[in-house]
Each structure stands twice: as structure tokens, then as C-alpha cells.
Nanobody
């Protein structure tokens, strides 16, 4: 079992930045690929970013590429999502997720474990 707890959400003006954190506990952190997803009101949950187990490859949705960065701190068993140049359309609940699989990182179905989510609101 893996437990995930997100933090760092909040209210920010357009053009601002936030850093989300996802603290993990349970099985060895390095055994899992980690992803971030988001869900806006009335919309389906969508992929944002992912990082594979070896921490050599990262994946981003086109809508956030160049603005968001996913990273990990293995010593702290934590994955981060640095979000810059935020836009009102980035407003959503952000979820981190973990998977032992080595493929399909952009798919919701790939992930076995999910956090409770953290709200990000970007005002115009």
C-alpha cells in the first residue's frame, strides 16, 4: 500500500506560481512512477505530468508544457509540481498518483494509488 498526501494548493493571481507537494508513505518510493492529474468543475480528470521510476524521463500535457515541472526528492519520499505562469484555466483540484507500472503514464487507469487532492484557484 502507498499513502499519498498533497499540499501546497491555494489562491493565486494569473501569472503567479505555486508548488504542490505530494508526500508518500508505505512501500519504497523509488518503486513507483508518480503522476499529477487535475479535475476542474464539470470536467473529467486529466493528465498533467508524470515522472518514471528511474527519474530519467518526464511527461507533460501540452497545456502545461514549459510552465510546469515535475520532480522528486527520494530522500523525502516526495514528488513536487512546480507551476509557473499560472492561468485561470489551470484552476482545478490537483491529485497525485502512484503506479508500479512502467508504461501508460498519461492514463488514469495506470495508477493504483491516489491522494485526496488539493485545490488550486487562479484568479484573472
Amino acid at each position: 500500500q502507498v499513502q499519498l498526501v498533497e499540499s501546497g494548493g491555494g489562491l493565486v493571481q494569473a501569472g503567479g506560481s505555486l508548488r504542490l507537494s505530494c508526500a508518500t508513505s508505505g512501500r519504497t518510493f523509488s518503486s513507483y512512477a508518480m503522476g499529477w492529474f487535475r479535475q476542474a468543475p464539470g470536467k473529467e480528470r486529466e493528465f498533467v505530468a508524470a515522472i518514471n521510476r528511474s527519474v530519467r524521463f518526464t511527461y507533460y500535457a501540452d497545456s502545461v508544457k514549459g510552465r510546469f515541472t515535475i520532480s522528486t526528492d527520494n530522500a523525502k519520499n516526495t514528488v513536487y509540481l512546480q507551476m509557473n505562469i499560472l492561468k485561470p484555466e489551470d484552476t482545478a483540484v490537483y491529485y497525485c498518483a502512484a503506479t508500479p507500472r512502467i508504461y501508460g503514464f498519461t492514463s488514469i487507469q495506470t495508477y493504483d494509488y491516489w491522494g485526496q487532492g488539493t485545490q488550486v484557484t487562479v484568479s484573472s
